[in-house]
């Protein structure tokens, strides 16, 4: 007598979607192209479906899952690659990317990301930047457009500025409802994020940088000179040549960065 298969219902609490269409699995990986030499990393792997296609195509993977019921179900599929097939039963909100660096190579990070921590998912990525050569994800569509958004642009906010300050952000295509199973409510799309080997615009202390871009978009609707009042005088922002009655949306990452600069150097000076 014949075993059933096994299957496995997506759970909503883990945000999980599974993707099964095979046109879209294969063109994720023709974007990702892996190479045997490569070091992949992927998040949530779910059932398997891109595992399955990046294991053919590089032959050597590290996977984190969050939900116990998976990795067995992982750990049978994919059995024959042995050790060369690496789970780990992790939350890859507090998982420590940096361990799984061999050396001489940088990671390349994987994944389909649960709507519900994308964002803050990727915030911890981005603290390991140095260590990565580049990400796909699969993302809400709303959410890849708020990180490749540009000045001057409705959703340019928080989120795109700091993932532009790290990466180059390069929006891919958009996966329709249909390609997952349950269908989510929304288009998903992919993203490519490439961390720059040199940053374009350094900022002295990044924290300082992210409390700036948080404080300017506390209201969108008000202008840098109500919104920074906090943090410096419009005197200030016209000393550093940036006009304080533009709105957040309007200004360019560099001029976050010189804002953070001066404020670092500021507190700095009042240190001494």
Same mark, same amino acid.
């Given at each position: ?17 599974? +993707?099964?269409?095979? &046109?879209?699995?294969? =063109? ?8 045997? %030499?490569? @070091? #992949? ?58 361990? +799984?660096?061999?050396? &001489?190579?940088?990671? =390349? ?8 921590? %994308?964002? @803050? #998912? ?53 996966v329709p409802p249909g390609a997952f199973n349950p269908a989510p409510k929304v288009d998903s799309a992919i993203i490519r994020l490439t961390p720059y080997k040199e940053l374009p615009h350094v900022a002295d202390d990044v924290e300082q940088l992210?409390t700036v871009v948080r404080t300017s978009f506390n209201m969108r609707r008000k202008t840098l000179r109500n919104n920074l ?44």
């Open positions: 007598m014949s075993k059933k298969p096994v299957v496995h219902k997506a759970r909503k609490r883990f945000g999980q979607n599974f +993707l099964h269409d095979h &046109g879209i699995i294969r =063109r994720i990986i023709r974007a990702i192209a892996p190479h045997e %030499s490569d @070091q #992949l990393v992927e998040i949530g792997p779910g059932l398997g479906a891109l595992t399955e296609e990046i294991l053919a195509e590089a032959g050597e993977l590290d996977a984190i899952e969050l939900d116990r019921d998976l990795p067995p179900i992982l750990r049978t599929k994919f059995f024959s690659y042995g050790d060369k097939f690496r789970i780990h039963e992790a939350d890859a909100m507090k998982f420590d990317f940096s361990q +799984l660096r061999k050396e &001489g190579k940088q990671l =390349r990070v994987v994944g389909n990301l649960p709507y519900n921590i %994308s964002t @803050q #998912l990727i915030f911890h990525l981005l603290s390991h930047a140095e260590h990565i050569q580049d990400m796909h994800f699969m993302l809400q569509k709303e959410v890849v457009d708020r990180m490749a958004a540009g000045p001057g642009e409705n959703n340019y906010g928080r989120l795109g500025i700091m993932a532009q300050y790290y990466c180059q952000v390069e929006s891919l295509f958009v992210q009042k906090p943090l410096l005088s419009a005197e200030e922002l016209e000393a550093l040549g940036i006009d304080p009655s533009l709105r957040p949306e309007k200004l360019p990452i560099e001029s976050f960065v010189t804002i953070s600069n001066y404020l670092t150097g500021k507190k700095a000076s009042n240190d001494e």
